[in-house]
Every structure is written in structure tokens, then in C-alpha cells.
């Protein structure tokens, strides 16, 4: 968990850190001392998740060091803020400016709503409604269905809620991937299997993998 929580991070720093060095080695420092923590596992760990680890780590590092110096640099610009608001000169708060690339960019993986909504300073109910208005996300199922019933009353079904954001992969179909993935790691448990699913672009429940596994 702290490795995919560790990812999550970097991955939020190189797109909205450029430029600022020191919060940048912060996240440098923070993947040099995971690294040092799982060296003194690292034995009981099969070998290929060992590889995983310390690649993945390893393509972290790399990529903070280029985006230091890139943030050495001086600007050719002013820095771009994430979330301006518009002033409209009507009543009430002025709506709040996304982009929609960095949005795109930005929703990945395990990143939720309110974290994105931290770096926007905004609810995350908006970043809900702009990925839906940038068709970055499926609508969810409706909370109710009625239907009308032979004696002419009305039945009301609630839907249990979820994430729009998740998996569509049928309970079979994914049975066979993750049959697929265990076949070429054998050694993956859980929570690589989960690693990998991300890598893939399936953000899946851990009750489905758990189920599947």
C-alpha cells in the first residue's frame, strides 16, 4: 500500500510541482528513504516483485531528477496556476477555471476526488461534474428506478452507490486477466496484482480482486 501511495504522490508532484526544487527533492528524499526502508525486506520478498519495486522506484527517482533540473531552469513563463476563477462580474462565487488536459492528466490511477479538489481548492463535487462535462467519466447509475407495478402503483429500486470510475470489466473477464497476470508473476500477490491492474488502465475494487484472487 505504501509503495501505490508513494507512486500516487510523484505521479501528483511532476505535473504540478515543475519549477518548485525543493517540494520536488522533498518527494526525491521520500523514495530514497522507501528504498532504503524495503532494502531490509527485500529477502523475503519474491524476486519478481523485488524487480517491480525497485524499478518502479528507480523510474521515480530518475524522473524527479529530471524534472530538478528542468526546474532549474529559468522560466520562459509565468507559472501556470491549477484552477483560476473567472470573473464573471454576476453575483455569487465566480466558477472555478479547468483545464481539461491537466484534468486528463491528473485523474489517474487512485487519485481521488478530494485530493484533486485540494489541488484545485475547490469542492470535489466540481471535479466530479467537470470530469463528467469533459467526458473523463461515465455517469453513475441512477440512486433510484421506478416502475409501474400491474395494481398501478409505483415500485421504487434503489441502486446501491459506486464509483463511475471504475473497472467495467466483467467478473469473468477479469478472472481471466487476473489469471493471465498470475500465469506471468506467480509470485504477485494481492496488492501487486492491484499494482499492475492500475498499470493497465482497470482501477478495480479490492472486493473484486480479493474475490477473483
Same mark, same amino acid.
Not at 138 to 147: H, L, S
Given at each position: 500500500?505504501?509503495?501505490?501511495?508513494? !507512486?500516487?504522490? @510523484?505521479?501528483?508532484?511532476?505535473?504540478?510541482?515543475?519549477?518548485?526544487?525543493?517540494?520536488?527533492?522533498?518527494?526525491?528524499?521520500?523514495?530514497?528513504?522507501?528504498?532504503?526502508?524495503?532494502?531490509?525486506?527485500?529477502?523475503?520478498?519474491?524476486?519478481?516483485?523485488?524487480?517491480?519495486?525497485?524499478?518502479?522506484?528507480?523510474?521515480?527517482?530518475?524522473?524527479?531528477?529530471?524534472? &530538478?533540473?528542468?526546474?532549474?531552469?529559468?522560466?520562459?513563463?509565468?507559472?501556470? !496556476?491549477?484552477?483560476?476563477?473567472?470573473?464573471?462580474?454576476? @453575483?455569487?462565487?465566480?466558477?472555478?477555471?479547468?483545464?481539461?488536459?491537466?484534468?486528463? &492528466?491528473?485523474? @489517474? !490511477?487512485?487519485?481521488?476526488?478530494?485530493?484533486?479538489?485540494?489541488? %484545485?481548492?475547490?469542492?470535489?463535487?466540481?471535479?466530479?461534474?467537470?470530469?463528467?462535462? %469533459?467526458?473523463?467519466?461515465?455517469?453513475?447509475?441512477?440512486?433510484?428506478?421506478?416502475?409501474?407495478?400491474?395494481?398501478?402503483?409505483?415500485?421504487?429500486? %434503489?441502486? &446501491?452507490?459506486?464509483?463511475?470510475?471504475?473497472?467495467?470489466?466483467?467478473?469473468?473477464?477479469?478472472?481471466?486477466?487476473?489469471?493471465?497476470?498470475?500465469?506471468?508473476?506467480?509470485?504477485? !500477490?494481492?496488492?501487486?496484482?492491484?499494482?499492475?491492474?492500475?498499470?493497465?488502465?482497470?482501477? @478495480?475494487?479490492?472486493?473484486?480482486?480479493?474475490?477473483? %484472487?
Amino acid at each position: 500500500q505504501s509503495f501505490l501511495t508513494l !507512486g500516487e504522490r @510523484v505521479h501528483i508532484a511532476l505535473r504540478t510541482q515543475l519549477g518548485d526544487a525543493a517540494r520536488l527533492m522533498e518527494q526525491k528524499r521520500l523514495c530514497l528513504q522507501f528504498l532504503d526502508s524495503i532494502s531490509q525486506h527485500l529477502q523475503i520478498l519474491p524476486p519478481a516483485e523485488q524487480q517491480v519495486i525497485t524499478t518502479s522506484v528507480s523510474c521515480m527517482i530518475t524522473a524527479l531528477d529530471a524534472a &530538478v533540473t528542468s526546474s532549474s531552469d529559468p522560466p520562459d513563463a509565468p507559472p501556470v !496556476g491549477l484552477g483560476s476563477r473567472a470573473t464573471q462580474g454576476s @453575483v455569487g462565487r465566480p466558477p472555478i477555471n479547468i483545464d481539461r488536459a491537466d484534468l486528463a &492528466v491528473l485523474n @489517474v !490511477g487512485r487519485v481521488s476526488h478530494t485530493r484533486l479538489a485540494e489541488l %484545485y481548492h475547490c469542492h470535489p463535487r466540481t471535479i466530479r461534474r467537470r470530469l463528467l462535462e %469533459y467526458g473523463l467519466s461515465a455517469p453513475g447509475p441512477p440512486v433510484y428506478i421506478d416502475e409501474p407495478q400491474l395494481d398501478g402503483s409505483i415500485s421504487r429500486t %434503489y441502486n &446501491v452507490g459506486s464509483s463511475s470510475d471504475l473497472s467495467l470489466l466483467s467478473d469473468r473477464d477479469l478472472d481471466q486477466l487476473i489469471l493471465n497476470i498470475y500465469n506471468q508473476f506467480p509470485s504477485f !500477490g494481492r496488492r501487486m496484482i492491484d499494482g499492475y491492474l492500475l498499470q493497465l488502465g482497470e482501477r @478495480v475494487p479490492r472486493r473484486r480482486i480479493i474475490e477473483s %484472487y
